[in-house]
């Protein structure tokens, strides 16, 4: 007899996901479904609008991963129209988007994702002073680490449940025995979630200081809008750069003194996990943080390509403009194609909604038919997986030494192969190796902005191609990245200087997809097969490979179309 | 749990190891951050000494969940305060622990305990076609979800320009039916907090300000509290004075731009945006938009999304060069621009009439004149 588990809310995450997963006799995962719940319509919305507005509207897909879809919509109308920004625009724009990595990453750690391995509850058995003991041991460079500390903190806590107002602590899962942290390593890490929450609204200053604001920073086409005057005080000067080199420092204590070291400590808790979730197999990555341009892939800083079936000794080349290799199926979602068409390029492709699921309320979905707003998107027929793990991986497998570097070196302290790399948990330090490289990345490219002023160069915008009326009439473009959560694309078709045509295929369709037309799972479900539940009603398991993906549903699920109209010349995914 | 089992915020920080000092201290600073003046501190003090934690349930609708991201950036209070020691977040998709059906249980518990006194924060808004099939929660439609939650509410909080004004799924051509709560929910107190997302600072004065006072802030006629949304940014722009003077960004990284003068001519939103960017700023107080020399894009006011395009300026206004003297242009300028956004200024009037006449008691909240 299966048992059935629903998810729904999954929380923790952006938007809106259920999970149902079917398990056999013995409790473990035989077949999972994952459905996004949720449906907005932001390319339809774009139709017929200025190419230069699309980045505001494209950035609030979604807030948590603020300022990646205004980067990728810039880049797609750059791309469509031919403009190269100035040096100083590409390394401001990587300072923000690696900003947004550090960030993103430790507030997924801590405040998304911790729980499902950290038991607030037993914390309140720890001894501080040896809490105090672990955590000079773990973050021998982290100041807050005294018996005093932490005594104050398990007060808090405590007060905190006698009080018996749990606000979003209260019905959650403490004392399942998936948790497996002694009561010191949980205390440790309920101060370092404290801490974080107070670091993250430091470090994104970076965003206001050249985008104005966050979440929702602002962006241009053909450069950054925040114009560079040494001599001033009403633009980028020393105190500005100064500020933004302070936080950076910031950014790489806590990534290096403790979200790292934490996240050692904690693996190092959970080896079982790194045997349950690896999943497809396939990792996708376009690659990012340019060094010579977007159109130059060589010189990114995460390398572009493909891994098959887990095998690093080959990394095959992927083409955004190949209209045979990314291509969406609809066979499980709620919309339809026309003309019986099964898979489409993002620059042909139709959305026509169709929601065939049942009314709501409803029980339980049928993965045996439709049950996602979210697309399957598949790169040349294959189910892929995107995100961290993918782009160490593509780094790691093309020889990029200071990539390979932080993955051996992790590997090398937990005592594991890099096999133990395609799991739960090897997502989740994939996560946090990164955010190491983001952050070391962060300081580097300060210093590229610092020797390109000195060299004389303060142009922030090219403005050649600003008038609309200088645009070919017809143009088509792409504008890739590797956000927080993977590979995201962004095309776009201009005609007569307004949005005929606007798609975005996000990390999370990839991760979050349903089947395809030949049953493949996506990365979400295949990767929660397998694992054993110790108790089906409270769902933990479930929760840890799914939050190590970092699911973002608002992305996944932004699309829509007009309804009623032909969907011939408005192509919407 | 009972209400009368409920601990009151002084009671919490006691039991957190905070001395009467101390307490003390954060009442000044919670006064400070709701700009209060030191004679309204004891009165903070005593609402913090005899009220208990409020419950708090935060819901998730159409959204892209900046809201909750701004919220957390709060520089005062932090939102470890709120979360520990002002309010009981009872739910919260994005923060909360639990998942599934527990958290949907939580949900009725303190509809079913605390009824009539729990506050709704509504993030995002509900989908109006196809039987709300767009939105779904624990298989439940959104508007389902959110008429049921509201039904026994204290009051609601609609965060960001979503909520309030329905944002930007609500933009042509509206594909999912999108509407903000103030358009679904009726019979209750209904505070909209717009922007996109509402800066931090004003999210968590707008919660200090009700558990403070037990009141509704002051509101505008479109529900808005006064004390956040009564300015135009452009009244308080930094750079107003080379609006005055004519001196303008007329390219990007033009000279003006290097000297940071006015982006109107860039399709500047300030002149029609009332919000409080230009006086609270953003991220701790570091800056906003004008600051790094981008044009704001009117985020707060209602369906700014068909504004646009943002990069046309307000209005066709002819410019006097900058030969003029500046108090000539300055005042040739004041009137051109006021004719450009003369019906803001109508608005403003009408709000100035509305306030005359209404007290927050009343049911300003409830004013949806904007349709």
Known sequence: MSTRVVVD????????????????????????????????????????????DAWAFCERICGVCTTVHAL?????????????????????????????????????????????????VSALKADPAATAGLAQKVSPSWPTSSPGYFSDIKNTIKKFVDSGQLGIFQNAYWGHPAYKLPPEANLMAVAHYLEALKWQKEVIKIHTIFGGKNPHPHYLVGGVACAINMQGDNAINMERLEYVRDLIKGAQQIVEGLYVPDLMAIASFYPEWTT??????????????????????????FPRGIILNKNLSEVLPVDLADANQIQEQVDHSWYKYPNGKKALHPWEGVTDPDYTGPQPPYAQLDEKATYSFVKAPRWKGHAMEVGPLARLLVGFASGRTDIKDVVVDALGKLKLTPAALFSTLGRTAARGLETKLAAGWLLEEYDRLIANLKAGDTVTADTKFWDPKTWPADCKGFGPEEAPRGALGHWIHIKDEKIANYQIVVPSTWNASPKDGQGQRGAYEAALIGTPMA???????????????????????????????????VVVR | MEPSDQFTTYQVLQ?????????????????????????????????METKPRIPVLWLHGLECTCC???????????????????????????????????VEEIRHKIMKDYKGQYLLAVEGNAPTKDG??????????????????????????????????????????????????????????????????????????????????????????????KMFYGQRLHDKCYRRAFFDSGQFVEAWDDEGARKGWCLYKMGCRGPTT???????????????????????????????????????????????GIDSTPDQIGKTLTVIAGVGVGAHLITMAARKQASKLKTPEDGAGQAGEKE
């Open chain 2, 68 to 102: 909750s991201e701004s919220f957390i950036r709060s520089s005062h209070p932090i939102a470890q305060d709120i979360l520990l020691n002002m309010v009981s977040l009872d739910y919260d998709d994005t923060l909360q622990a639990a998942a599934g059906f527990q």
């Open chain 1, 9 to 52: 809310p999954v929380t923790r995450i952006e938007g809106h996901l259920r999970v149902e997963a079917i398990l056999d006799d013995h409790n473990v995962i035989g077949d999972a479904i994952s459905s996004g719940t949720m449906w907005r319509g932001i390319e339809v919305i774009l139709q017929g609008r200025d190419p230069r």
């Open chain 1, 276 to 301: 349950y979730g690896g999943g497809i197999g396939n990792y996708m990555a376009y690659g990012d943080i340019p060094q010579n341009g977007i159109n130059d892939p060589s010189h990114f800083r």
């Open chain 2, 274 to 320: 009332f919000n409080s960017c230009s006086t609270f700023k953003w991220n701790c107080g570091q800056g906003w938009p004008v600051n790094s020399g981008n044009p704001c894009i009117g985020c707060a006011e209602d369906n700014f999304w068909d504004n646009g395009p943002f990069y046309q300026r307000l209005s066709n206004v002819v410019v006097p």
């Open chain 2, 15 to 47: 039991r957190h190891g905070v001395d009467r000092r101390d307490f003390l201290k954060f009442c000044t600073q919670s006064a400070a951050a709701l700009g209060l003046s030191a004679a309204f501190v004891p009165k903070v003090v005593a609402a």
């Open chain 1, 72 to 120: 990728a919509s810039v880049r797609a109308v750059e791309n469509a129209v031919g403009i190269t920004i100035p040096k100083n625009a590409e390394i401001i724009r990587n300072i923000m988007a690696l900003t947004q990595y550090v960030q993103d990453h430790v507030i997924h750690f801590y405040h998304l994702h911790a729980l499902d391995w950290v038991d607030i």
């Open chain 2, 132 to 225: 709300g099939v767009y939105c779904t929660v624990g298989g439940e439609s959104f508007l389902k979800v959110l008429q049921e939650t509201a039904a026994d509410a204290k009051a609601i909080v609609a965060w960001g320009s979503c909520a309030s004004n329905g944002c930007i799924q609500a933009a042509r051509p509206n594909p999912t039916g999108a509407m903000p709560v103030r358009k679904l929910i009726t019979g209750k107190p209904i505070i909209n907090v717009p922007g996109c997302p509402p800066i931090a600072e004003v999210m968590t004065g707008v919660l200090t300000y009700i558990l403070t006072f037990d009141a509704l802030p002051e509101l505008d006629r479109q529900g808005r509290p």
């Open chain 1, 535 to 569: 108790d089906p009603k409270r769902p933990v398991e479930i929760l840890r490979t799914i939050h190590s993906f970092d699911p973002c549903l608002a992305c996944a699920t932004h699309v829509t179309s007009p309804d009623g109209e032909t969907l011939a010349e």
